[in-house]
């Protein structure tokens, strides 16, 4: 048969399967957190410390941060990134995140999700809301500020934090330990998780 013409098609996904696959890989919402520790670990930090509230939940890190390169590739589905890279510079960690496809995941939980993070000399802010993502329809770009660095504070390190609000599912202290004892690993060497102030081990 005679190839008259080629054409390209594209392939496209549906922005809520995304949300729901993600929700169905992080059966539990808790599991959200221990992605997020677990990419603190593969970032080299040694202290991590989750904040877990009724309103928000916050996880900061003190590792090495994203540039704007870093950044994109965050956001990437399915990145090789880490199989590529399978060691942290600083610690030599075998790096153990997963799908990154936890932020995603996260919108079935909070409505809101913002990523802040520091790498040297660059700053940024990625705000990840579910209602505006979901309204740009076929539009796949998330809004990111780039941070002026703050004077009032030099010594700021590098490190990120993500801030999860205006939640759908609740989060009990309890689970969120009991997730990350059994999860996480504490007891790596240079490696601390603080959870609501208290060191777990």
């Known amino acids: 048969m005679e190839i008259k013409e080629k054409k390209r098609l594209a392939v496209t996904v549906d ?8 929700e169905r890989l992080y059966a ?8 997020l520790v677990n990419n603190a670990y593969d970032a080299d930090a040694s202290e991590v410390r989750v904040e877990v509230g009724p309103e928000k939940i916050v996880v900061s890190d003190n590792g090495t941060g994203m540039d704007l390169a870093g950044l994109e590739q965050y956001f990437i589905i399915g ?27 996260s919108l079935a939980a909070a409505s809101r ?11 940024a802010r990625v705000v990840f809301d579910k209602k505006a993502w979901e309204e740009a329809k076929d539009e796949w770009h998330l809004p990111c500020e780039i941070l002026a ?8 390190g590098d490190g990120t934090a993500v801030i999860l609000s205006e939640l759908s ?20 060497p240079e490696f601390a998780v603080y959870l609501n102030g208290r060191r777990l081990y």
């Not at 199989?83 to 932020?103: C, D, E, L, M």
């Not at 999700?113 to 700053?123: A, M, P």
């Not at 660095?149 to 030099?154: A, H, L």
């Not at 599912?169 to 690993?185: G, Y």
């Open 15 to 22: 922005k809520r399967h995304i949300v729901s696959i993600g």
């Open 28 to 35: 539990e919402s808790v599991d959200l957190l221990r992605e």
């Open 79 to 105: 990145s090789n990134e880490k199989v590529v890279h399978a060691r942290s510079p600083r610690f030599g960690r075998v790096r153990i995140g997963q799908f990154g496809i936890g932020k995603f995941a």
């Open 113 to 123: 999700f913002e990523l802040i993070t520091r790498h040297k000399d660059f700053s």
């Open 149 to 156: 660095p703050n004077p009032r504070d030099p010594q700021e």
């Open 169 to 188: 599912k609740s989060f009990h202290v309890e689970d969120v330990e009991r997730k990350l004892l059994e999860s996480v690993p504490l007891k790596a």
